[in-house]
């Protein structure tokens, strides 16, 4: 997978400069750090692969000690993803409520089903919080989820979800989804910018993506550099921060909308506190304070980070 000369994962450019290098704690090799100097995306080679997502990794004994598929998998309300896709609904409906190409059914007593596709769908958490809703801005809700692995399968033939593979979702019609979430997902994606295309190629005119990635020009990545918890080689190699994400939607058709998030940024915090219960207690109380989560907010740079939209209202 190593490249004599790298070229950048999301432009292409082969104007990079090397950030450093630094040895993977799960793997152990060195891994380079390269910007790019034409769209500033951060990445990692070599790629090491999707093999490291194996069971362990679900346990969260792999390169990620957060993951916790199991309890998300069995009831995803005892886990704090819950706040997160709370605050991402609420980010949907408010987009939605300002959208009457989206809002608005066609036909007022059998309102058109919203179709929502969730890209990479893990233990299947927001799927089924979706589910429960059944319905949203009023039109009834279709779901399909986007993943491979064991957690995929299980979705689909115990969960009866309807949950597509890699050459599946490539097949899949233009122009399909109201809304794609993609939740923490384009940061272990090698190649970005196809998943961006193809992501833009299902939404709707008018159509919303809810994208959330680490922000790598936020004072707390600023400060610590490659060796910012988040540069976690194995796994973690397309690193964005708010221009390049914004140059990438743009070089794939779609807009960039400013968001505000509330609940992501508590789970965030909450989430990497997880095997320290007392000051993860302590965060569950001060994070019910407004200011102490923009605080947060702006030291990781979450709302910095934009969603996308794509353009028009040809429904
Ligand atoms: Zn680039």
């Not at 990438?248 to 992501?264: D, F, I, K, Q, S």
């Not at 923009?294 to 794509?310: E, F, I, N, Q, T």
């Amino acid at each position: 997978m190593t490249s004599a000369t790298p070229t950048c994962r999301a432009c292409g450019s082969t104007q990079l400069t090397l950030r450093g290098k630094k040895t993977g704690e799960f793997i152990r090799e060195e891994f380079s750090f390269h910007t790019c100097c034409d769209c500033e995306l951060l990445f990692v080679e070599p790629f090491s692969g999707f093999e490291i997502y194996n069971d362990a990794y679900y346990r969260g004994q792999g390169p990620d000690p957060f993951v916790d598929y199991a309890s998300e998998y069995r009831d995803y309300r005892c886990t704090d993803r819950a706040l997160e896709f709370a605050d991402l609904a609420r980010l949907a409906e408010s987009y939605l409520s300002v959208s009457p190409a989206l809002l608005l059914p066609r036909s007022p007593p059998s309102p058109a089903p919203l179709h929502w596709l969730d890209f990479g769908c893990g233990a299947g958490g927001f799927l089924k919080f979706l589910r429960e809703r059944g319905t949203f801005a009023g039109r009834p809700l279709e779901l399909t989820g986007h993943d491979v692995g064991s957690y995929a399968a299980l979705l689909k033939s115990t969960d009866g979800f309807r949950i597509l593979d890699f050459d599946e979702i490539s097949r899949e019609p233009s122009a399909t989804y109201d809304v794609i979430s993609m939740i923490e997902v384009i940061e272990h994606l090698p190649d970005p910018a196809s998943a961006v295309a193809l992501l833009a190629r299902l939404l709707k005119p008018g159509g919303l993506l809810l994208l959330t990635t680490g922000n790598l020009d936020c004072p707390v990545a600023r400060r610590h550099g490659i060796h910012y918890r988040y540069c976690t080689p194995e796994i973690h190699v397309s690193l964005f921060n708010p221009r390049s994400l914004a140059r990438l939607y743009r070089a794939h058709g779609l807009e960039p909308l400013p968001v505000r998030y509330a609940g992501t940024v508590v789970f965030k915090v909450v989430k990497s506190l997880r095997h320290r219960r007392v000051f993860r207690a302590l965060a569950h109380l001060a994070l019910k304070f407004p200011p102490f989560v923009r605080l947060v907010d702006h030291l990781y740079g979450v709302s910095a980070m934009p969603c996308a939209v794509k353009p028009g209202s040809g429904r």
